[in-house]
């Protein structure tokens, strides 16, 4: 895995020292000699991570990480200090600053590699989503939203370890903010089930556990889609860095060694959980985007542009199996006539009520649409013409049966007049809708509130 790096030191020779060792492992680097600048290269130029130096005039590493973590453009980026001070009150005020770890110099290679390609990957798997956002923000379907923040006091912690190393863990996690939650499960098999389910916000993991193998654990976890942004944990001993690095190129987020510092453990854990929580922001964005783009917001059913998708879709199917596919098109009758008299608040009401008692009507396999205006369409595969006619009779029947009340207490009484096609061997999703929208307007001319089929 290759990454943009962004080196920032104020000592020129150390920050060559750094760029020569990660260029031999074909990373791309950048440097920067202050922390201004290496705010101004962040923002230019998005880095995959920053390494950071804390000891430097100026803007030391402190200030300038938290500078990163407060601009809209670079809080997304992973920052790891690289320094000499090795208090353990040091690596908590770095964590605190937002930093996504924390090395001490003089750096092994084989732990600033392994961060390095642990958060590169982390940032490469988010960045999709970012971009997401960020194309439905320009296209006007959402607004520009606060990705950078959670609240991280509150969360669910699953800690998979043997019952015997219990107290361990006990130590740190008792001073966690009281509403965090920690829950302890030693069979791994329904660790893992909680986690496909999303029902943990983070996972402690412990590397030292004997009842199951803690990496294919990790593996399993980093295998499934629903669980594959889930923030891991690892706890550690120290003679445990070769089990650590792996555990960090399976997918590992963070890590802390035992003995396990209260502190630290509090930083590590309110880093992830804000972490998570920005994720679930950028996901839940796209998701809007998504339904903005395929649901007709006034009714909730789906729009033109996917069923001009979906529809298409269903259609090639339903050629290759044979089966019968019929569509109807329904239209409301005398609908301008509601506008004109009742306004166009009560034709919404209309709108919304007959699309509602339309979803009601069809099955979960069929596709109802919304085309514009007052007219809607539905596609049923695999659907024989007689339950197709069955549908279109219960459709009918629902919208006549009961007249629909109005925001001010008014009731009309509102019918709808559908035509109904079959699929035959020459039709495209087009022509299926124009045989079925013929059948409609026979309908109109016959009188409305009926039910006109053309056959294939």
Known sequence: MTARVLVVDDLEPNVKLLEARLRAEYFEVLTALSGQEAIDIAVEQQPDIILLDVMMPGLDGFQTCEMLKAHDDTWHIPVVMVTALDQQADRVAGL???ADDFLTKPVQDIALFARVKSLTRFKQMTDELRH???AGAAMGVLSKADLAGGDEEQATILAVTDRGRVAALDQGSEHLPKHMNVVYEEDARMALEAIRRGEPDLVFIDLGMESYDPLRLCSAIRAFDNSRLAPLLA??????TRQLIRALDLGVSDYIMAPVDAQELAARVRTQVRRMRSIE???ASFDQTMELAIIDQLTGLYNRRFLANQGSRLIEEAKASGDDLHCLMIDIDH?????????????????????SRLTHSVRG?????????????????????????EIADRVLSAVSAEGVHLADGQRLDVTVSIGMASLSEGDSLASILKKADEALYRSKENGRNQITEVAA
């Open 132 to 134: 997401r956002h960020a």
């Open 365 to 389: 396999s069929d596709l109802a649409c919304r085309t514009g205006g007052e007219e809607f369409a539905v596609l049923m595969p695999r659907t024989p013409r007689a339950s197709a006619k």
């Open 96 to 98: 605190q600053a937002g």
């Open 235 to 240: 706890i550690a001993e120290q003679e445990q």
């Open 335 to 355: 609908f301008k006539l509601v506008n004109d008299t009742y306004g166009h608040e009560a034709g919404d009401d209309v709108l919304k009520e007959v699309s």
């Open 281 to 283: 922001k950028l996901r």
